[in-house]
């Protein structure tokens, strides 16, 4: 992560990427934030985070297959580079060590 932060939000959508898996594309990341992370957000949001994300070398996508249900439009899946792995990962382990840092009486319960 040096030199390179994310907001919340971006990370929320990295890790919405890995929970959605190969069917990462972006109403289903919408669905994982609404579910997971209990945020109502716009599609157009998820795609400017994603746009940044990836301008930032963090995710990388391609078109899929065109389906009848989309009237034969393709949809954009994304997966993270190893570099957005990286991230998420490193921002656990600082999580987890701070969290760890903390007296449990502080959380009161």
Not at 13 to 38: H, I, K, T, W
Not at 39 to 58: E, H, M, N, Q, W
Not at 100 to 106: E, G, K, N, T
């Amino acid at each position: 992560m040096k030199g390179e932060r994310l907001g919340e939000f971006e990370e929320l959508v990295l890790l919405s990427v890995l929970v959605a898996g190969p069917n990462a594309y972006g109403a289903a990341l919408q669905e994982v934030l609404a579910e997971e992370a209990r945020r109502d957000v716009s599609l157009g949001a998820i795609y400017t985070a994603l746009d940044r994300l990836g301008r930032k070398g963090f995710v990388t996508s391609e078109l899929g297959d065109p389906t009848p249900v989309r009237g034969g439009r393709r949809k954009r899946h994304y997966a993270l580079t190893g570099k957005g792995l990286e991230h998420v990962r490193e921002a656990r382990r600082i999580r987890e060590r701070m969290w760890a840092q903390v007296a449990p009486d502080l959380l009161g319960g």
